[in-house]
T-cell receptor
Framework: GAVVSQHPSRVICKSGTSVKIECRSL??????MFWYRQFPKQSLMLMAT?????????EQGVEKDKFLINHASLTLSTLTVTSAHPEDSSFYIC?????????????FGPGTRLLVL | AQSVTQLGSHVSVSEGALVLLRCNYS??????LFWYVQYPNQGLQLLLK??????LVKGINGFEAEFKKSETSFHLTKPSAHMSDAAEYFC?????????????FGKGTKLSVIP
């Protein structure tokens, strides 16, 4: 149980284009989803927290107009990198958590490797 | 504010040897503590967690960790390392008052297993 998927796993795009990454909780309802960014050989940096049906809360320094997050249902959140630039190249990981007895535990997706040329 | 310190960014052990990955936390309220493992180009997999109750927690793949409040530690151990244990390990903390249970991660420890 508690499986989280991400799609795509890898994406290469040209500078200036937009890229959408999907995060799905496959066997539970995720009241909250988190988006992280991970640079090589570093820890995870929280970008934003999204609750189903409400606007995402962005961490300081994260541009909300550049990284659009939509959490339209209890099983799906999307991250759209708008007008991507090479410096946006990174590994993006989502996580999801349920309400109830496991509410403190985040379950992570497999990550999406973004390369902007 | 809460924080996590993982001592040693890189640990090497021989196959069959004890694995000990250190994690110390700082939290002004009772913490919830986690260990996650990350294999190359993959997401994080939950190894084990401590919330309340028994302070010795057993996880997957033979790993266990002990919550020691007096030492503010949550070290991860495994009696006998296997080649497949080579990965990056992250310790993380949250607490019940944290908005949405946001995690604070340590910087990670890369475990290498020598044949």
């Amino acid at each position: 149980g508690a499986v989280v998927s991400q799609h795509p796993s890898r994406v290469i795009c040209k500078s200036g284009t937009s890229v959408k990454i999907e995060c799905r909780s496959l066997d539970f309802q995720a009241t909250t989803m988190f988006w992280y960014r991970q640079f090589p050989k570093q820890s995870l940096m929280l970008m934003a927290t999204s609750n189903e049906g409400s606007k995402a809360t962005y961490e300081q320094g994260v541009e909300k107009d550049k990284f659009l997050i939509n959490h339209a249902s209890l099983t799906l959140s999307t991250l759209t990198v708008t007008s991507a630039h090479p410096e946006d190249s990174s590994f993006y990981i989502c996580s999801a958590k349920a309400s109830g007895v496991r509410r403190e535990t985040q379950y992570f997706g497999p990550g999406t490797r973004l390369l902007v040329l | 504010a809460q924080s996590v310190t993982q001592l040693g960014s890189h640990v090497s052990v021989s196959e069959g040897a004890l694995v000990l990955l250190r994690c110390n936390y700082s939290s002004s309220v009772p913490p919830y503590l986690f260990w996650y493992v990350q294999y190359p180009n993959q997401g994080l997999q939950l190894l084990l967690k401590y919330t309340t109750g028994a302070t010795l927690v057993k996880g997957i793949n033979g790993f266990e960790a002990e919550f020691k409040k007096s030492e503010t530690s949550f070290h991860l151990t495994k009696p006998s390392a296997h080649m497949s244990d080579a990965a990056e390990y992250f310790c993380a903390v949250t607490f019940s008052g944290a908005g949405s249970y946001q995690l604070t991660f340590g910087k990670g420890t890369k475990l290498s297993v020598i044949p």
